[in-house]
């Protein structure tokens, strides 16, 4: 009875298993959409970190020059990259040149492993930054999106950026090195077709992050210099493509509403708990995640606001 | 037989502490641990309630689960709260703080507290009869808090900073809101090598022979650098903070304002 009955189990098991195995390995869908002559952008949604969306909640690009593929952002996994390195090789018979990583967060520098070595660049602080964060931001997201990064590893690219002009091909590229959403932040203009790789400097329609943020008003400082330049389609890290410079009005609108309800909170003698809760103003009704990222604004920001705010007590 | 009489002795046990559960409500939260603690913080025979009026707020989740921030408001409470109890259910000492306050109501605590892990949060608060309301939270967490090096041990300098203290005392609607930051690693005793070392017993005084407006026993949940707020219903004619740590440091200071 038991004895004959095994071999069905077993062979329910393995079902079983194949299946599984099989429901656990989901692709990316990407899709590249051309925003300008021999420029593609391969926008993400604007939702947080999920096992459903598998952390494509980013935009990546890429550009032909002539001379080689120039990559924007590698995204948040290894199968991410490898996805984004098959559609830009359907999309051009040029080989991939370089790959500008704009900054070390993990949605941006995840998917490095797909490309070659020797073609990976980021600002050299940006280098620094991820060799000290990339282990943990790895480990959260394991904890965020699961089996997404199967395979993932950290890669501090070998490659140096430095700010100024990089030229490949036809195209003379613009590289701008700010500070305001992490400490080392690679804006890239492409001045052929204005196109503005804003990266995170920028999040368009979708509350912007903070966790290593120098400052909200150096950010919107540095925002009015990216203003001035004669952009025609701005693609941000987050969020649409724009063909005009609303985003940056949002962002500097954002930034200072932030500012403000942290600054005016600590001089009430709120609680981070209460600031959480704080009303967020209806014209921000269009930002996904606003509430979300307002509890880690306060837990990455509001202590030094507070700190401010009090007197040193004497002895 | 020993054996036998062990397994009598446990079936006794569970038939005993069932007896006792049964007169607390059903934990909405299905924490594990519900009734353990309120046995273990608030004793075998208290006598419980849900609350709103006991208002928690702490975030869904944890963005940082060495410095979750915790808010208690008391100011739909309907009397002067008595004895107050905080505990985060799934710490490896779920005890965070038990307060005392004085004549003077108060309104509203907050500090930051570690979690290890997912965990639901309780603040129990005692009235007069005796009963106890209970407001109940769940935080989400990466975790690892409470067995995370504090950063401030990491600064070389951090010495020079100890013990540097900065208040505030603001005005509100109704009373008086006292805010106040101590720079102190607040050692948990679970990271190898790093003794426990924070600051156990916090006193608000008032001086001149009145009652103490707070005393309060902090456990090793709360979070380093600890940033208080306390608010009372009444505006107090003086207060005093005063600290003692598990090494004997002793801290007291005047809290600013218009005192």
Redesign the interface.
Known sequence: MISARVPRILALLVAWLAGTAAAQAPEYDLAARAIAPGIWVVEGSTENFSRGNGGNIVNTAFMTTGAGVVVIDTGPSRRYGEALRALIEETTAEAISHVLITHHHPDHAFGSQAFEPATLYMLDDARAALARDGEAFADNMYRMIGDWMRGTEVVVPDNVLAPGVLEVGRRRLQIIAMTGHTGADLVVFEPLSGVLFASDMVFHNRALTTPQSPGLLGWRAELEQLAELPVTVLVPGHGPVSTDLSPLRQMADYLTWLDTLLADSARAGLSPAEVMNAPIPARFDGISERRYELVRTTTHLYPDYEKRALSLLPE | MNILINILVFVLGCLLSVGVRAAWPDDPFGSPMWAYNIERYLGSDARVVHDDRVNL?????A??SA?V???VDLSAFPEAPGQIVAWVDLNPVPHLFSASPGPQPLT?L?L?FRVQQATTVRVAVQDREGVWHIGSRYVDA?GGGCTAPSQTMSNPDWERHFG?????A?SRAEGM?Y???VMHPMDSGMVGNIPAFFIGEVELRQGNGQPLLLSMALSESAAENP?F?FEFGQRPPRAT?WLRDNNGNQF?????GDL
């Open positions: 707020r702490v975030p869904e989740f963005e940082d410095q921030p915790l808010t509203l907050a930051n990466a540097t203290i900065r208040g505030g603001f809101r805010k106040v930051n940033m707020v903070l007291e200071r005047r809290l600013g």
